[in-house]
């Protein structure tokens, strides 16, 4: 039997009660047989991004290198802050720019809120530049912004706890080398 697909997801937030965490926390518990979700929550430990230090790693990004290693593919979900990517994903991505193991993997991007376009089309642009393997039939759009809901509630949801299952299915599906929707998107 195959260990299962590790998917490492990285939240863009550093806020206590984000709704992109909890969302990639009601993922982790939702993770489909044959798939773990893990949430990466030392997003916030990663030094600002300085080349120089690229030579001799710090160890919180040492951290980060090792987890996106291991994993089979990556789970961003992140807030949008003025029409744009949250300084925190930004940055873990540049720590990424040059690590080889982080070319071609497979990531998909969830957002939690439809007016949060910019962010979402800057974020997949950066990851597009980055060679990541852009998975978007398993990237989702829910309207989870002003809803209200926890994770509890998000697990509860008959509408959000599909929808979250579905995403997972997609990429396990791209991870065992199934083909996407014909459609191309959720």
């Given at each position: ?8 997801a990285l ?6 009660r984000s709704?992109?965490a909890a969302?990639?926390r009601a993922?982790?518990r939702?993770a489909?047989?044959?798939m773990?979700?893990?949430v990466f929550?030392?997003l916030g430990r990663?030094p600002?991004f300085?080349?120089?230090?690229e030579a001799d790693?710090?160890e919180?990004?040492q951290?980060l290198?090792a987890?996106?290693s291991?994993?089979?593919?990556l ?7 003025a ?8 940055n873990a991505?540049?720590?990424l720019v040059s690590?080889?193991?982080f070319?071609?993997?497979?990531v998909?991007?969830w957002?939690a809120s439809?007016r949060?376009?910019?962010?979402d089309?800057?974020?997949?642009e950066?990851l ?8 978007e039939?398993?990237s ?7 809803a ?5 509630g998000m697990?509860?949801?008959?509408t959000?706890?599909?929808a979250?299952?579905?995403?997972l ?5 791209h991870?065992d080398?199934?083909?996407?929707p014909a459609?191309g998107?959720?």
């Amino acid at each position: 039997m195959r260990p299962p697909h590790r998917v490492l997801a990285l939240c863009g937030s550093l806020r206590a009660r984000s709704i992109n965490a909890a969302l990639l926390r009601a993922a982790s518990r939702l993770a489909p047989q044959g798939m773990t979700v893990a949430v990466f929550d030392h997003l916030g430990r990663l030094p600002l991004f300085n080349p120089d230090l690229e030579a001799d790693t710090p160890e919180p990004v040492q951290h980060l290198h090792a987890q996106v290693s291991q994993a089979a593919a990556l789970l961003i979900a992140s807030p949008e802050y003025a029409h744009g990517v949250t300084g925190t994903i930004k940055n873990a991505l540049d720590w990424l720019v040059s690590f080889e193991d982080f070319v071609h993997k497979p990531v998909a991007v969830w957002n939690a809120s439809p007016r949060a376009h910019h962010a979402d089309d800057a974020l997949r642009e950066t990851l597009k530049t980055m060679s990541a393997d852009l998975v978007e039939h398993a990237s989702i759009t829910l309207p989870l912004l002003g809803a209200h809901l926890d994770e509890a509630g998000m697990l509860a949801s008959s509408t959000v706890a599909p929808a979250i299952r579905d995403g997972l299915l997609q990429l396990q599906r791209h991870l065992d080398g199934e083909p996407g929707p014909a459609f191309g998107g959720l």
